[in-house]
Structure formats: C-alpha cells, structure tokens
C-alpha cells in the first residue's frame, strides 16, 4: 500500500514536499517514482529512484525537483521547488517491483 501525502495550495516560486509512505517490506529495494496528471491531459512522469538510490527526472522539472528515499522510515520524498503554475496536478507515486500506484495528492500552484 502505498500512501501519498502533502500537497497544497502554493504560490509560484512556493515550495512542496510530497511524501509517499510504504508499507511493505521490499521497501528498500524497491524502485518508486512521481507521476503527475493536470486537469484533460495524460499522466505524465516526473521523477524515479532506484532501490540504490539513482535518480532520474522530466526535463520540465529537472533543477527544481528532488526526489529521495528514508530507508528506515519507509517513505519517498518529492521536494518540489520553484514551482510554476503548470505544475499543477494531481501526484501519484508508484512501485516498479509490483507495479502498483498509491492515491493521488493534489498540487495547486497559483500564479
């Protein structure tokens, strides 16, 4: 199961952390990322994190947003930074090694 949380109402040039809780026990090798879906258009990927802590990003958030893991608390992290009013959407985080998705936490970013 896996449990997204911290979206918000920001300003532009606003700060976010998403977390994304974990319940199982492959956690650690698990390779989890951010997608996001705006309002008429498809989901579109954002960021991933491998079980050894790679990462790779979309271009249109590359510089502004981080992702990253605590191991020990079972949680994926997106800090999202400079955020633009296009960044609004809904987030999911998923689990490659089951391919599963966790709820969606909103993200408004006002202008």
């Known amino acids: 199961q896996l449990q997204a949380s911290g979206g918000g109402l920001v300003q532009a040039g606003g700060s976010l952390r998403l977390s994304c809780a974990a319940s199982?026990?492959?956690?650690?090798?698990?390779?989890f990322g951010w997608y996001r879906q705006a309002p008429g258009k498809q989901r579109e990927f954002v960021a991933r994190?491998?079980?050894?802590?790679?990462?790779n990003y979309a271009d249109s958030v590359k510089g502004r947003f981080t992702i990253s893991r605590d191991n020990a608390k079972n949680t994926v992290y997106l800090q999202m930074n400079s955020l633009k009013p296009e960044d609004t959407a809904v987030y999911y985080c998923?689990?490659?090694?089951?391919?599963?998705w966790g709820q969606g936490t909103q993200v408004t970013v006002s202008s």
């Open positions: 994190i491998s079980g050894g802590s790679s990462t």
């Open positions: 199982r026990s492959t956690f650690s090798i698990s390779a």
């Open positions: 998923k689990n490659f090694l089951f391919d599963f």
